[in-house]
């Protein structure tokens, strides 16, 4: 109930809670406060045992809050119970006051454990499959009564002929009868749900119970079967046979979708208006069949649980003189002869052995006249497509890009079967033929590839002959060739068409068939919303109710997204013809031009992925096969192998229900046929004008557990499966404006506790006017608007009162209230009663007024007798009391002595005791006060170290702000610094060089120097060891004369050289001094550059080390020219200049440890 004041309080309503392991569950409301509900939940032994029985077999009960917000309306959904919270159920769910989800659950499964599989909602039949044979509802006598009940003996003007009738598919199929008969109408029963819910069987059911209805009204047990009824009838075995295998969701699992098409032959001369029963019986003529999206992929393998389709193993299962008159090879074989087929454990389907379905495969096959030639022809096409599953492909020696056949036996065997050459058919897989412009030429395949052309030629030919057997039936059946003897138009008959149609499907990867399912749920769900909505239409019309009240949502947007012009169909067609289309680049595309639609859902994750809103739910797809799925192609040299087949069916180009194949869909040579998506989608499209031709009624197949136990529902599943059928959209569209509705009187009689007290003008007789006048005033605080836009929480129709949403919770919740207060005043008067009665009040003054006058005395005797007694006894008493008293006081003071002696001494103690723990209490308290009080001082102090802290820290941040400020322009300035830091360097790196070069130079000169001085020194050695000679040649020259002479000539000669050396000297000396006066320019430049640095440098340490640098260069150069200059000063006079130059180049480069102030020095 919701979380509105006015439902707030104690109102102890059954309603279901949401649950996340089963679905929806049964509590009971206690209170509602701030949109939250507080609910008493039962617990149940297990899942089966949930039900609604108010918590009596629950074994126990917790109490918990729920959250309203996520509940429509923010109001729990209410049980339909009982006041003792026994759940009612509903044949027709139409009937349920609260109709939701939780409630069509509930009804559901109490109906399904009952044994009762059948449900109605207005048109639609809700079958729930029992996973057990009730025979007593498909008995004869049942389809009579049906028949009688809702086609032979329900008048035209009848309002609903079903009213009192136990809901069964028996009704749609009487009823499209009735249709087709009185209405002029073509009908349609549109069976749908997921996979082993029970479609088929139920089409089977149907369409014998509309063969039994055609008889007409005196139907006669057993007498002969009308032939066409006949083949009709066993046309669907037969298709089982072919279409149907072993799944591990059902054994007998229908691998594609079916609508048959029943033609009835109708009486022309139908009188208007009135009902001739004589002339109203439609007959039997014939019917047709369309096969929808065949899994074709099942022929090539299967999950070794499941099987292929039943026919390859009837085959294999028939008699071995059958077995070898189709075909020498099968002679000896088994399931396991054949990789296509393989082992099973299944020995039986619905109650048959495959060698039993096999004889009624074979016999049908001649009943609907595919005996024969025919049937030989059949059988060996499917023994080419098992064949085909024992080829085996190798690599050509010598060249894995080439293949052969490996197994030539098997080869040569189903070149036996095709009727073609071996090395053709070998060529046919191992070679593609490629075509360019007026060249054709052959391809070798791989192994791998040839494989799969196998497969895929399998498939084809299996695909070929289901649309050839199709094809075959309708040749036998359709009513335009054998309703006596031919000759009417197909138009010329009436038709109802039996849809069995695989339901949505919504796995954990869901691939391209998913879509195609899904695609085809979604236009049938289009068309079931139109029906609800119309019915609903004419409901309110009906009723006398505004139509302007029905809102719903239909799925426009998502069949927009599927089948519009940029479309998922379109986009995936288009890179299907594409020469380089991929999957990726359909969802890229796919998601780029429909991304403006509500139903796209982008998979982020994952770029091969997209997902769709669905009217059902969302379904993410995996596209990864999408593009080659759809084109499903074979390739040419296939396919013109299969055209010189002399078995027909393989052979066959285009059978009839096959859309003809149009001009290549990708423009490649070697690639051929329309794609999957065009063609499903025309015969859809074909499909839904066929149906919306005719009068449509809905069969939901729910298969209410997924081990297909008896008497078993599991909550999810079926809520999901509900979901999923359009059944809860079909209970919101009916809904919409007004959720509940109930019939007058019921209405007037639950809610007349409610009754005002000032009510009672409205006429007595008028249960309308009386209904309107109680919730006028039972709902006027729900009354919205004013004026003329007056809505009230209510509408009264003709035959039923409508209310809006939140509307009858509020009336059930102060019913309740209303039946506290009823329930306090009946309880009062027969307590009342109960007590009076006891005291005899009543009886008594009865029993007077009819007694007798001797009774009187009697009565007056005795009373007086008694009085006297009375009083002897009360006078007795008294003294017995007084003398009691006296006793009790006496003994109460021995006891009290007594007890105080023995007492008084424990007393003390405890006194004591007690004295010491009070004096430990206030001691304690003291403490405790003190401990109190220094707590205060702490948290004081705390409090004011907190706030001084606090006070530091916004300083520190002001100085911090300061300090980012400052830091800024110190960032500015170091960034200035850091590029005359790089200019240093490498200037100092430059000086560094040069140094070394000048180093160098100052070497090669020393060692010259050195040179010459020897010479010198050689020099004056010679000379002095000359002028010596010289002294003694004068000493000997007299003696001498021409030897003085030569040596005279000598020393002139010596002292020549000298001269020459002492010019050699003096030009070196030069020389070097050039040189020092270059090292002197180099150092002042030093110095000039070393003062640049400190002008401009703010980094003391790189100043430092560049004035220590310059220092060292210029001590280096001082020292070395003192050693020069003292070599210098013993060799020659000459060396003064160097001196005088060497004084000079001493550099002043300031003083290093005050760099500013040295600035103008250092300039
Ligand atoms: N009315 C019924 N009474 C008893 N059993 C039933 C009924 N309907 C279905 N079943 C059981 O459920 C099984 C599955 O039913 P059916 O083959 O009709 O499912 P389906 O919906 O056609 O599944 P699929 O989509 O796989 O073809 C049947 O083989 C049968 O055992
Ligand atoms: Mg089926």
Redesign the pocket.
Known sequence: MGGDDETKGKNHAFVYIASKDYAWIPATLLDTDKGKAHVEVPHYKDEQSIVCDGGASASKKTKEWVDLKKYPNKVLPLQNVTGGGQLIEYPDMVDIPFLHEAGILFNLKLRHLRGR?YTRTGDIII?I??????TE??TEKKQIMYSNRLVWESTHTEQDPRRGLEPH?YEASALVYRGLAFDREDQSIL?S?????????????CMNHIASVQKGRDIKSGGEIDPVVRRVLNSNPLLEAFG?AK?T???????FGKYTQLQFHRPEDEMAGSIDLANTICKLAGSKCEAYLLEKNRVTGHEDVERTYHIFYQILAAPDAEKTKLWDGLKGTDFNSYKYVGDTDTKKI?GMTDAQHFEKTRETLELIHLGGDKYTMLMRAILVVMQTGNLTFGPREGDSDKSDCTSKKELKGLAELMGVPEDALNKAFTERTMKTRGETYKVPQDAKTAKESADAFAKEVYGKLFLWLVSGINEATKAEKNFEGGGLASSDFGIIGLL?I??FESFLINRFEQLCINYANEKLQQKFTEDIFRSVQAEYIEEGIALAEITYDDNTDVLDLIEGRTGLCALLNEECVRPKGSDEAFVNKALAQNKKSPCIVVNHMDRMSFGIHHYAGKVMYSAEFFVVRNQDTLPTDVEELMQISTNEIVSHVAVDNEPAKAKPGRQKSNIVGKTIWTKYKTQLATLMTDLRKTTSRYIR?I?PNKP?KPSVMEHVGTVEQLRCAGVVAAVTITRSAFPNRLDHAPAYRRFLPLKPAAAGKADKNDIKALLAELMDSALASLVQGEGENTKKAYVIGKTKIYFRAGAMEYLESERLKGCDKWAVIMQRVYRGYCVRKKLGGINGYKMQAKAPKAITIQCWYRQLAAKFKLGRLRKKHKEKKKKAKKRVRAAMKIQACGRGYLVRPKFKKKLKLMKERERLKKLANDLEEKVREAEMKRLQNVEAAREAAENEIEEYKEVVREELKSDKEKQKKYAQQQTLIDESSNIIEFLRRENTKLKNQSEGMRKDFKELKDNNKRLQEENEAATSSFTALNDHAKQLNVKNAKLITNVQEYKKKLEGLKDDLKEKQSYYIAEAEARLAAQKRMAAIVGTIQDKCRDPQLIEDAVIMALECEAEAKAERAALDAQDGKSAPATGTTAAVADDDSTDYGDISSDEDSDDDSD
């Open positions: 599989p079958a499959n029992p996973f057990q044979w009730f509802l498909y598919v069976v749900g997921e996979s082993g819910a029970g479609k088929t069987e139920t089409v089977k059911i149907n799944t969701r059902n054994d007998n699992s229908s691998r619905e069995d695989f339901g197949c298969k297909k």
